[in-house]
């Protein structure tokens, strides 16, 4: 089972965008795929047209004594989400520091049986917590999502999210980078771009997703890109990463 | 460094030679150029740009 | 899903479906508007609109649906000579002949793409073919077995070949034998048997690949040619009158000549080396310095900076590399670009020795090791010198080493005749075989541009050599003489313009051939010291064959002697001279088409030497007897010819000679029906050989009709995926299929996104790991094509956008790709049409009255010519 776990080197680099559309591109090459939204921010269910104002999550479940899994949705296209859900802040610590055991995630995916085939995708915030944490041990594969710039840069070279994946070889083995949101116009981030590939190499997924305004007007429309503009630069180079995610668990689109 | 040299490539495909060990210079030098043009990013790849790679191969 | 039944899903019976299908099958009356949509247009006749019903009908009957949408297509696919809008009664014996045609001949396009059941006639016939040929194929495979492993244990390459020839150990007893298998006499019967019997096993040897079949052609054609010359003359001298005598000594010196060109070629390109590039050690402190100079005298900047800033993008340490424009012209504004991209700028006060003076000059103010002179419009790729230096570290004596010349643009010969990468230039045959057999021989020659030179032996032999007007194959003979070795790279790794106008081309030839005659003259590869015998005979040959024009003069009038003068310049009946001849002409057509491969199609060269026989003709003369006449004149490139038009000036003297050939013929005429019967073959032999003339002379007056060209900078063709990006913030995914210095054309999805003409765009180009961005703005847009004008790039970007197109390494190489391999007879056919096109060209420029037969002449020609199958591109639907 291919459990991604997309986690941004830091805020507002696109994580919840990137997972979204993947998980959409994905269903376009017939895949089963689940999103998990672990942010707290919430954002992710607006990519598949959930209303703005509905509060369901699995995490205010949890706080309302329902079972979690009960806030599953699926979209129109199928994709299948569960939104984290509104909390306030003691709703919030009582979650992270309460409910959630050790090795909970891994427990709770392993509860839900899913067949093999079936892919998961952890949208995790770039803080480190308990939940982000599980979900970066529980995943078959890391994306850390970056933006061309340099305080990404700083943050990747020295910050506590990365000390703490690059102390651990079991997490740093299955880190990939991404990124996203690459200003052609801009000389630094074209000079950047140039210099994280010497710096992540291999580690680097080989698709630089570009800065293209119909992935804002997508977001806008409540969509996924493929659907609001599906001949845009946009959706091809999200339809190479899903290509590429494809290759790495060795799956056959159909 | 190691760069992507599927012209090179090609064209020893094409040439129908063996592929010769081809060295990308310009882009290396580039690199040297990039460094020096924003010294943020040389301060910060100056100190931590050896372990990084060595963290992350 | 669609509502319609499917026949082969269904149980029952034939009939029943076709009725079910009617009745169940509401759609069949929109099926058949899309149908007629398909296939016609709407401005079909009645006719027409009646005849796609009844194929409707009939595919109906017969088809899944499926299959059925698939028929328009397919039929204008197949019949692409016929329009379906406008059907008359010929169209049917089109589509009867083009039906014949692919069935029969095109099996291989039909098999893949047409229902089964046609495949299975397809196959049945394709089964009949390969039993025809099986007999043959059985022989040559096991010949193939044979000669695979003796090419395997015997395969030439620079690292085991042994360039040592002996001649007297081998040659006195090939002599021996041939001379037995040349001298011996022989009757009309004996001589057409043997003629058969060798022509049996050139015939055999033609289809497999290898060194063994291409020794025995050479062999069988050698034997063949010199048996027709010691036949002419042992017995063909006619010295009873002095005009025979006269006629009969210019013959044979022509034909000697050609002889000793055929035995010189075969010699020269026996066993090509296919040398590769060598590796370059790892550490790149140990790789020698690099100094390139692009000389130039008139030429533009824009042309010299293209090549600069690719000069600058070449991957080589920087501090071992230093570029130099050698301005022969002394212009400021060279100058300033020198110093705004950091490269050396070198000038002289006077211009003694032109482009050899100026690098000469240049050489002793410079100190790298290696010395790479590019031409200024011949744009290296970045790997030129990873591909080339190796080679000089692997061999200490190498002293050159030269690479392909490639065009990116058509030369006079392609644009006029429109051959442009579909059928092999002048220049590919010398750089692909030519070259490569030369290296054998260690003679390969330097070429004057895209070449490495050490600096040390260079300066030993005093620098590129000034004495004659082609200093480049003059200062190789001075290095080969001082015993240095040379090499030849056969991977394009450069391309550059070429000469645009035919007059401008011939004056290049000319310089040519005169400078070669010069340096006969005055260093006599024969004479001298220091060359290998090998390395002279190949010098030898290079410079024999620009005297070619006389000799190819003497061909081209030679038929007169006897139809207009009645001489027997050939002292034999028409018979023998059939039996000698045509099998010496035969056996070197096959050897030669086997030699040449896909670098030079048959036929093509007559055209090609017959063109350059006048012009070169006088100038070679006259350096043989006085090598100092002559001056040098520069190759004027990147000129446009802004209307079409016919050069009368170049084309004089091959009218004068069509005029003379024409006298021939009506001579012919005369003689056929006045002359005495035993001379009718005689008589036909000369009419076919004037006949022949005449095609080829036709060809040439075809060159001489210069073709407009559309644009002044040359679009080359490229395939990238690239991205545009709108004022926006948009970004949109494109195809470029064609880039030049100010634009690009495009692909991209109209129907999804809009571009306004003169909207400003942006365009990313990839290259490796990296993308270069460069301003665009739109200038035409149709359906899903756009062209493109670049912004005003500057100089950064000007270099980022060479190092995305001329620079990439591999830009060049699938240029060979498009050449199939040489089919003589096919050749044969394009020559007809391309001597044919020639008179058609001529008879437009006569005065009206005389000019109505022929044009109705024309029309009918074009008539039958239109019923015949055509060509289709194979292509799958």
């Known amino acids: 089972m291919p459990i991604l776990c997309v986690q941004g080197i830091q805020g507002s680099v696109g994580n919840s965008t990137v997972v979204a559309n993947v998980a959409r591109l994905l269903q376009e090459l017939n895949q089963d795929v689940l999103v998990f939204d672990l942010n707290p921010n919430n954002l992710l269910r607006l990519h598949f047209n959930m209303d703005w104002q509905n509060p369901v999550g699995w995490a205010s479940h949890i706080t309302h004594k329902k079972p979690w899994y009960q806030a599953a949705f699926k979209c129109e296209q199928g994709v299948q989400f569960i939104p984290f859900g509104t909390l306030d802040y003691t709703e919030y610590e009582h979650l992270i520091h309460e409910v959630i055991y050790e090795n909970w995630l891994s427990q709770q995916l392993e509860n839900l049986n899913f067949p093999a085939s079936k892919w998961i995708i952890l949208n995790t915030s770039n803080e480190l917590n308990t939940l982000s944490v599980q979900a970066l041990n529980a995943c078959n594969m890391i994306i850390r999502v970056c933006t061309p710039d340099l305080s990404c840069l700083s943050q990747l070279v020295n910050s506590i999210q990365s000390n703490y994946i690059n102390s651990r070889p079991e997490l740093s083995d299955k880190a990939f980078f991404l990124i996203n949101k690459l ?72 | 460094m190691e760069y992507e040299n599927n012209d090179v490539k090609a064209l020893c495909k094409n040439s129908n030679i063996d592929p010769i060990n081809y060295k990308e210079i ?32 | 899903m669609r509502d319609s039944i499917y026949f082969n899903e269904s149980n029952d019976s034939y009939v029943e479906q076709v009725v079910n299908s009617i009745l169940v099958n509401s759609n069949l009356i929109e099926n058949w508007l899309s149908f007629k949509n398909d296939i016609l247009s709407d401005k079909s006749t009645r006719i027409s609109t009646f005849i796609a019903s009844l194929i409707y009908l009939i595919t109906f009957l017969l088809l899944t649906e499926e299959n059925r949408l698939r028929v328009p297509y397919i039929l204008k696919h197949y019949y692409p000579h016929i329009n379906f809008d406008t059907v008359n009664g010929w169209d049917i014996l089109r589509f009867f002949l083009q039906s014949i045609w692919l069935i029969t001949v095109r099996t291989s396009i039909v098999k893949k793409t047409i229902d089964d059941n046609i495949a299975l006639t397809v196959r049945i016939l394709a089964f009949i073919k390969a039993a025809l040929y099986s007999p043959f194929k059985k022989t040559t495979h096991f010949i193939r077995l044979k000669t695979d492993q003796f090419d395997k244990s015997h395969s030439i390459n620079e690292d085991n070949y042994q360039n040592d020839f002996h001649p007297f150990a081998y040659v006195l007893l090939i002599i021996f034998i041939a001379s037995i298998s040349v001298t011996i006499p022989f009757t009309i019967y004996a001589q057409a048997i043997f003629s058969f019997l060798l022509w049996i096993v050139a015939v055999l040897a033609y289809p497999i690949v290898g060194q063994i079949s291409r020794l025995v052609l050479i062999t069988l054609s050698l034997t063949i040619s010199s048996r027709y010359l010691w036949w002419r003359y042992s017995e063909t001298i006619n010295i009873d009158s002095s005009i025979d005598t006269f006629f009969g000594i210019v013959l044979i010196f022509a034909e000697t000549y050609t002889w000793i060109i055929l035995f010189l070629g075969f010699f020269q390109s026996v066993w090509p080396l296919e040398r590769k590039p060598k590796t370059l050690p790892e550490n790149t402190n140990q790789w020698p310095s690099v100094d390139i100079f692009i000389p130039t005298y008139n030429e533009a900047l824009d042309i010299v900076k293209i090549t600069t800033l690719a000069a600058i993008n070449i991957d080589w340490p920087k501090e071992k590399l230093h570029i130099y424009i050698l301005d022969d012209g002394n212009r400021p504004q060279f100058k300033e670009f020198c110093e705004q991209v950091n490269v050396g700028y070198l000038t002289r006060s006077d211009n003694i020795g032109a482009k050899a003076g100026n690098i000469n000059q240049a050489l002793t103010v410079t100190n790298g090791e290696y010395v790479t002179i590019f031409d200024c419009d011949h744009i290296p790729v970045r790997s030129f010198l990873q591909v080339t230096m ?90 080969h003489r001082k015993g240095y070795h040379s090499a030849y790279l056969n991977i394009i790794q450069a391309s550059g313009h070429a000469t645009e106008s035919l007059s401008a081309h011939i004056g290049q030839r000319i310089r040519w051939a005169r400078g070669m005659a010069q340096v006969f003259r005055i260093d006599n590869p024969l004479l001298g010291p220091g060359l290998s015998l090998s390395q002279r005979l190949c010098y030898l040959n290079a410079m024999l064959h620009f005297f070619g024009g006389v000799p190819r003069l003497i061909f081209l009038l030679a038929p007169l002697g006897f139809l207009v003068f009645h001489s027997f310049s050939i002292y034999a009946s028409g018979i023998e001279i059939l039996l000698y001849a045509l099998p010496a002409i035969i056996h070197s057509s096959i050897t030669s088409a086997y030699m040449q491969g896909r670098y030079r199609h048959s036929f093509w060269a007559e055209i090609y030497e017959t063109v350059l026989a006048w012009y070169i003709a006088y100038p070679t003369t006259v350096a043989l007897f006085n090598p100092k006449i002559g001056s040098f004149n520069v190759t004027a490139k990147g000129g446009l010819i802004k209307d079409s038009f016919f050069d009368l000036t170049i084309s004089k003297p091959y009218l004068f000679l069509i005029g003379l050939n024409l006298v021939g013929i009506g001579f012919a005429i005369f003689r056929y029906i006045y002359g005495p019967t035993h001379e009718d073959l005689t008589v036909s032999i000369n009419l076919v050989w004037t006949l022949y003339n005449l095609i080829v002379l036709g060809g040439a007056i075809s060159v001489a009709q210069e073709s407009r060209q559309v644009r002044s900078e040359h679009r080359i063709e490229i395939n990238t995926e690239v991205l545009l990006r709108k004022e926006s913030g948009h970004l949109l995914t494109a195809l470029m299929i064609d880039f030049s210095n100010s634009g690009l054309g495009l692909k991209f999805d109209s ?127």
């Open chain 1, 183 to 254: 200003s052609a116009v801009s000389q630094l981030e074209n000079d950047l771009s140039l210099v994280f590939k010497n710096l992540m190499q291999k580690k680097l997924i080989p698709v630089n997703v570009h800065d293209d305004e119909n992935i804002k007007e997508a977001f806008a429309f409540k969509s996924t890109v493929s659907l609001y503009a599906s001949k845009s630069a946009a959706t091809k180079e999200l339809r190479s990463l899903a290509i590429w995610l494809l290759t790495q668990f060795n799956v056959q689109s159909s």
């Open chain 2, 26 to 57: 310009k882009e290396s030098e580039t690199i040297t150029k990039i460094k020096k043009k924003w010294p943020l990013l040389d301060q910060i790849l100056l100190i931590n740009n050896q372990p990084f790679i060595q963290r992350t191969k």
């Open chain 3, 390 to 479: 190796g080679s000089f570290l692997a061999e200490k004596k190498l002293a050159l080493l030269q690479t392909p010349h490639h065009f990116y643009s058509p030369d006079p010969f392609e644009r006029n005749l429109n051959t442009f990468k579909k059928t092999p230039n002048e220049n590919s045959l010398f750089y692909g075989v030519v070259q490569a057999g030369n290296d054998l021989w260690n003679a390969a020659f330097f070429c004057g541009s895209c070449a490495v030179l050490k600096r040390a032996p260079l300066l030993e032999v005093g620098g590129i050599a000034v004495e004659t007007v082609t200093e480049d194959a003059h200062t190789a003979l001075n290095l």
């Open chain 3, 751 to 877: 129907t999804a996104f809009t571009i306004l003409k003169n909207e400003k765009l942006h365009v990313i180009i990839p290259r490796g790991d990296r993308e270069f961005i460069f301003p665009i703005r739109a200038i035409n847009i149709n359906n899903n094509s756009l062209s493109v004008v670049f912004d005003n790039l500057n100089l950064n970007q000007q270099l980022e956008l060479v190092k995305c197109t001329y620079s990439r390494s591999d830009a060049w190489c699938s240029w060979d790709n498009y050449y199939n391999i040489d089919k003589p007879l096919s050749s044969l056919i394009s020559i007809l049409a391309v001597g044919f096109h020639g008179y058609v060209i001529l008879a437009k420029k006569l005065p009206k009255p005389i000019l109505k037969p022929f044009l109705i002449a024309l029309h009918s020609k074009s008539f039958i010519q239109s019923l015949l199958p055509v060509n289709i591109v194979s292509h799958q639907y």
